[in-house]
Protein backbone atom coordinates (compact mmCIF):
# COMPACT_ATOMS: atom_id res chain seq x y z
CA UNK A 1 0.00 0.00 0.00
CA UNK A 2 0.73 3.33 -0.97
CA UNK A 3 0.71 6.25 1.58
CA UNK A 4 -0.06 9.98 1.35
CA UNK A 5 3.77 10.48 2.17
CA UNK A 6 5.13 8.23 -0.06
CA UNK A 7 3.05 9.86 -2.75
CA UNK A 8 4.70 13.41 -1.46
CA UNK A 9 7.99 11.94 -0.66
CA UNK A 10 7.63 10.70 -4.44
CA UNK A 11 6.86 14.06 -6.23
CA UNK A 12 9.55 15.58 -4.20
CA UNK A 13 12.15 13.62 -5.56
CA UNK A 14 11.24 13.84 -8.98
CA UNK A 15 10.92 17.55 -8.89
CA UNK A 16 14.33 17.87 -6.81
CA UNK A 17 16.13 15.96 -9.33
CA UNK A 18 15.40 17.91 -12.44
CA UNK A 19 12.60 16.45 -13.49
CA UNK A 20 9.66 18.25 -15.64
CA UNK A 21 7.00 15.66 -15.14
CA UNK A 22 6.00 12.16 -14.24
CA UNK A 23 4.07 9.02 -15.42
CA UNK A 24 1.72 8.94 -13.12
CA UNK A 25 0.02 5.75 -11.37
CA UNK A 26 -3.36 5.94 -11.27
CA UNK A 27 -3.48 4.10 -7.93
CA UNK A 28 -0.87 6.58 -6.37
CA UNK A 29 -3.22 9.36 -6.67
CA UNK A 30 -5.88 7.01 -5.31
CA UNK A 31 -3.69 6.29 -2.43
CA UNK A 32 -3.28 9.95 -1.66
CA UNK A 33 -6.96 10.63 -1.62
CA UNK A 34 -7.90 7.32 0.34
CA UNK A 35 -5.60 8.52 2.60
CA UNK A 36 -7.21 12.09 3.56
CA UNK A 37 -6.66 14.21 0.16
CA UNK A 38 -8.74 16.07 -1.88
CA UNK A 39 -8.00 15.41 -5.93
CA UNK A 40 -7.52 19.39 -6.35
CA UNK A 41 -4.57 18.85 -3.37
CA UNK A 42 -2.87 15.53 -4.89
CA UNK A 43 -2.97 17.20 -8.34
CA UNK A 44 -1.65 20.61 -6.48
CA UNK A 45 1.05 18.85 -5.07
CA UNK A 46 2.62 18.37 -8.64
CA UNK A 47 1.62 21.49 -10.13
CA UNK A 48 3.31 23.22 -7.10
CA UNK A 49 6.69 21.09 -7.90
CA UNK A 50 6.43 22.23 -11.50
CA UNK A 51 5.72 19.15 -12.67
CA UNK A 52 3.97 18.24 -15.75
CA UNK A 53 2.03 14.92 -16.22
CA UNK A 54 1.74 14.26 -19.64
CA UNK A 55 1.16 10.15 -19.22
CA UNK A 56 -0.91 8.44 -17.33
CA UNK A 57 -0.50 4.40 -16.12
CA UNK A 58 -2.56 2.19 -16.34
CA UNK A 59 -5.09 0.58 -18.30
CA UNK A 60 -5.98 -3.05 -17.20
CA UNK A 61 -8.38 -5.43 -17.73
CA UNK A 62 -9.58 -4.31 -21.39
CA UNK A 63 -7.89 -7.14 -23.29
CA UNK A 64 -11.27 -9.49 -22.71
CA UNK A 65 -13.25 -6.47 -24.78
CA UNK A 66 -16.45 -6.83 -21.86
CA UNK A 67 -17.21 -3.37 -22.33
CA UNK A 68 -18.61 -3.13 -18.41
CA UNK A 69 -15.29 -4.77 -17.03
CA UNK A 70 -13.37 -1.55 -19.58
CA UNK A 71 -16.07 0.71 -17.73
CA UNK A 72 -15.46 0.23 -14.24
CA UNK A 73 -11.26 -0.26 -14.43
CA UNK A 74 -10.53 1.39 -17.21
CA UNK A 75 -12.36 5.14 -17.63
CA UNK A 76 -11.46 6.45 -14.71
CA UNK A 77 -7.82 6.35 -15.48
CA UNK A 78 -9.22 8.12 -18.55
CA UNK A 79 -11.12 10.20 -16.47
CA UNK A 80 -7.90 11.00 -14.27
CA UNK A 81 -5.85 11.81 -17.47
CA UNK A 82 -8.36 14.61 -18.20
CA UNK A 83 -8.14 16.16 -14.72
CA UNK A 84 -3.88 16.44 -14.89
CA UNK A 85 -4.28 17.64 -18.69
CA UNK A 86 -1.94 14.08 -19.58
CA UNK A 87 -1.71 13.25 -23.62
CA UNK A 88 -2.01 9.92 -23.38
CA UNK A 89 -3.01 6.70 -21.07
CA UNK A 90 -0.90 3.95 -21.14
CA UNK A 91 -2.45 0.20 -21.12
CA UNK A 92 -0.99 -3.33 -20.57
CA UNK A 93 -2.13 -6.83 -20.89
CA UNK A 94 -1.27 -8.91 -17.43
CA UNK A 95 -2.24 -11.94 -18.09
CA UNK A 96 0.36 -14.65 -19.37
CA UNK A 97 -1.69 -15.83 -22.47
CA UNK A 98 -4.69 -13.77 -24.73
CA UNK A 99 -8.63 -15.66 -24.91
CA UNK A 100 -8.63 -13.82 -27.52
CA UNK A 101 -6.24 -11.56 -29.90
CA UNK A 102 -10.19 -10.60 -31.36
CA UNK A 103 -11.17 -9.52 -28.03
CA UNK A 104 -8.49 -7.45 -27.18
CA UNK A 105 -8.75 -5.26 -30.22
CA UNK A 106 -12.34 -4.93 -29.74
CA UNK A 107 -11.51 -4.21 -26.19
CA UNK A 108 -8.58 -1.40 -26.88
CA UNK A 109 -10.55 -0.21 -29.85
CA UNK A 110 -13.49 0.96 -27.12
CA UNK A 111 -11.05 2.52 -25.11
CA UNK A 112 -9.20 4.51 -28.19
CA UNK A 113 -12.73 5.85 -28.59
CA UNK A 114 -13.19 6.63 -25.33
CA UNK A 115 -10.14 8.07 -24.90
CA UNK A 116 -10.48 10.16 -28.34
CA UNK A 117 -13.81 11.88 -26.51
CA UNK A 118 -11.56 13.32 -24.09
CA UNK A 119 -8.74 14.56 -26.35
CA UNK A 120 -6.60 11.80 -25.10
CA UNK A 121 -4.19 9.10 -26.65
CA UNK A 122 -3.90 5.58 -25.65
CA UNK A 123 -0.48 3.73 -26.01
CA UNK A 124 -0.31 -0.22 -25.03
CA UNK A 125 3.21 -1.35 -23.45
CA UNK A 126 3.99 -5.36 -24.16
CA UNK A 127 5.37 -7.39 -21.39
CA UNK A 128 7.24 -10.18 -22.65
CA UNK A 129 5.79 -12.91 -19.92
CA UNK A 130 2.38 -12.39 -20.90
CA UNK A 131 -0.27 -12.42 -23.66
CA UNK A 132 0.84 -9.64 -25.30
CA UNK A 133 4.59 -10.62 -25.59
CA UNK A 134 6.24 -8.27 -28.46
CA UNK A 135 6.51 -5.45 -30.95
CA UNK A 136 4.70 -7.42 -33.81
CA UNK A 137 1.73 -8.28 -31.12
CA UNK A 138 1.47 -4.90 -29.88
CA UNK A 139 1.53 -3.71 -33.03
CA UNK A 140 -1.01 -5.67 -34.50
CA UNK A 141 -3.32 -4.62 -31.76
CA UNK A 142 -2.17 -1.07 -32.41
CA UNK A 143 -3.10 -1.27 -36.24
CA UNK A 144 -6.49 -3.71 -35.72
CA UNK A 145 -8.44 -1.45 -34.08
CA UNK A 146 -8.26 1.17 -37.12
CA UNK A 147 -7.83 4.39 -34.70
CA UNK A 148 -5.61 7.24 -35.44
CA UNK A 149 -5.11 8.01 -31.26
CA UNK A 150 -3.49 4.72 -30.58
CA UNK A 151 -0.13 3.91 -30.39
CA UNK A 152 2.67 2.59 -28.42
CA UNK A 153 5.31 2.11 -25.75
CA UNK A 154 8.49 1.20 -26.00
CA UNK A 155 10.34 0.28 -22.89
CA UNK A 156 13.83 -0.64 -23.30
CA UNK A 157 13.65 -3.83 -20.47
CA UNK A 158 10.97 -5.33 -22.79
CA UNK A 159 12.37 -4.23 -26.23
CA UNK A 160 15.38 -6.64 -25.43
CA UNK A 161 13.32 -8.98 -23.25
CA UNK A 162 10.78 -9.57 -25.87
CA UNK A 163 10.94 -13.14 -27.76
CA UNK A 164 14.10 -12.96 -30.00
CA UNK A 165 15.24 -9.97 -28.51
CA UNK A 166 15.52 -6.40 -30.81
CA UNK A 167 13.11 -5.94 -33.50
CA UNK A 168 14.45 -3.09 -35.51
CA UNK A 169 12.87 -4.75 -38.50
CA UNK A 170 9.50 -3.86 -36.98
CA UNK A 171 9.94 -0.68 -35.20
CA UNK A 172 11.59 0.63 -38.99
CA UNK A 173 8.05 -0.16 -40.04
CA UNK A 174 5.99 2.01 -37.83
CA UNK A 175 5.06 5.68 -38.18
CA UNK A 176 6.67 7.76 -35.59
CA UNK A 177 3.76 9.31 -34.18
CA UNK A 178 2.44 5.89 -32.75
CA UNK A 179 5.16 5.97 -30.40
CA UNK A 180 3.57 7.94 -27.52
CA UNK A 181 6.48 6.99 -24.95
CA UNK A 182 9.41 5.70 -24.38
CA UNK A 183 10.27 4.16 -20.86
CA UNK A 184 13.96 3.96 -20.36
CA UNK A 185 15.77 1.22 -18.25
CA UNK A 186 18.44 -1.53 -18.40
CA UNK A 187 18.39 -4.98 -18.24
CA UNK A 188 20.93 -7.77 -19.23
CA UNK A 189 19.94 -10.04 -22.28
CA UNK A 190 19.78 -13.15 -20.01
CA UNK A 191 17.69 -12.99 -17.39
CA UNK A 192 18.66 -13.48 -13.44
CA UNK A 193 16.55 -16.09 -12.84
CA UNK A 194 12.81 -18.34 -13.95
CA UNK A 195 10.28 -15.17 -12.56
CA UNK A 196 10.77 -12.37 -15.40
CA UNK A 197 7.84 -10.35 -13.85
CA UNK A 198 9.60 -10.06 -10.86
CA UNK A 199 13.28 -9.29 -12.49
CA UNK A 200 11.32 -6.94 -13.85
CA UNK A 201 9.83 -5.00 -11.03
CA UNK A 202 12.69 -5.51 -8.56
CA UNK A 203 15.96 -5.59 -10.36
CA UNK A 204 15.81 -3.18 -13.59
CA UNK A 205 19.31 -1.24 -13.91
CA UNK A 206 20.01 2.56 -14.70
CA UNK A 207 19.50 3.17 -18.17
CA UNK A 208 23.15 2.49 -19.95
CA UNK A 209 24.15 -0.06 -17.18
CA UNK A 210 22.74 -3.10 -18.95
CA UNK A 211 22.80 -4.29 -22.51
CA UNK A 212 20.07 -2.76 -24.18
CA UNK A 213 21.82 -0.80 -27.20
CA UNK A 214 20.55 2.21 -26.85
CA UNK A 215 22.35 4.23 -29.86
CA UNK A 216 20.98 1.96 -31.77
CA UNK A 217 17.32 2.38 -30.60
CA UNK A 218 17.41 5.65 -30.38
CA UNK A 219 18.82 6.02 -33.66
CA UNK A 220 15.60 3.68 -35.31
CA UNK A 221 13.22 5.92 -33.63
CA UNK A 222 14.86 8.77 -34.85
CA UNK A 223 14.84 7.61 -38.45
CA UNK A 224 11.11 7.00 -38.00
CA UNK A 225 10.55 10.24 -37.02
CA UNK A 226 9.52 9.22 -33.32
CA UNK A 227 8.52 12.34 -30.65
CA UNK A 228 7.89 10.32 -27.90
CA UNK A 229 6.90 11.01 -23.92
CA UNK A 230 10.45 10.18 -22.38
CA UNK A 231 10.49 8.43 -19.03
CA UNK A 232 12.70 6.59 -16.80
CA UNK A 233 10.80 3.50 -15.44
CA UNK A 234 13.87 1.76 -12.87
CA UNK A 235 12.47 -0.60 -10.03
CA UNK A 236 15.35 -1.55 -8.20
CA UNK A 237 14.92 -2.27 -4.62
CA UNK A 238 18.75 -1.60 -3.95
CA UNK A 239 18.29 1.87 -5.09
CA UNK A 240 15.60 2.45 -3.24
CA UNK A 241 16.80 1.24 -0.33
CA UNK A 242 19.09 4.57 -0.86
CA UNK A 243 15.61 6.94 -0.60
CA UNK A 244 13.89 8.48 -3.18
CA UNK A 245 15.86 11.53 -3.30
CA UNK A 246 19.14 9.62 -4.56
CA UNK A 247 17.75 6.84 -6.33
CA UNK A 248 15.60 9.97 -8.15
CA UNK A 249 18.88 11.86 -8.34
CA UNK A 250 20.61 8.40 -9.99
CA UNK A 251 17.95 7.86 -12.53
CA UNK A 252 17.89 11.58 -13.88
CA UNK A 253 21.69 11.29 -14.30
CA UNK A 254 21.15 8.04 -16.08
CA UNK A 255 18.95 8.99 -18.18
CA UNK A 256 20.08 11.87 -19.21
CA UNK A 257 23.41 10.30 -20.23
CA UNK A 258 21.63 8.08 -22.55
CA UNK A 259 19.85 10.74 -23.72
CA UNK A 260 22.79 13.16 -24.49
CA UNK A 261 21.39 15.72 -22.16
Not at 52 to 74: F, N, R, Y
Not at 179 to 195: F, N, P
Amino acid sequence: EVTVDQVKQMVSASAGAGFRGVSLWGFHHQAAVAGGMSDDEVQALHTDAGLSVPIVESLIGWEGGDTATIDAQCIGTLDLAVRYGAKTVAGVVMGPSLDSFDAAVSGWAYLGKAAAERGLGICVEWLPWTGLPDLKSAWKLVQDTGLDNVGLVVDGWHWLRQPGGPDFETLRKIPGERIHCVQLDDTTATGSGDDMMAESMTNRLLPGDGEVDYPALLAALDEIGADPIWAPEVFNVELLAQGPDEMAKRIGASTRKVLGL
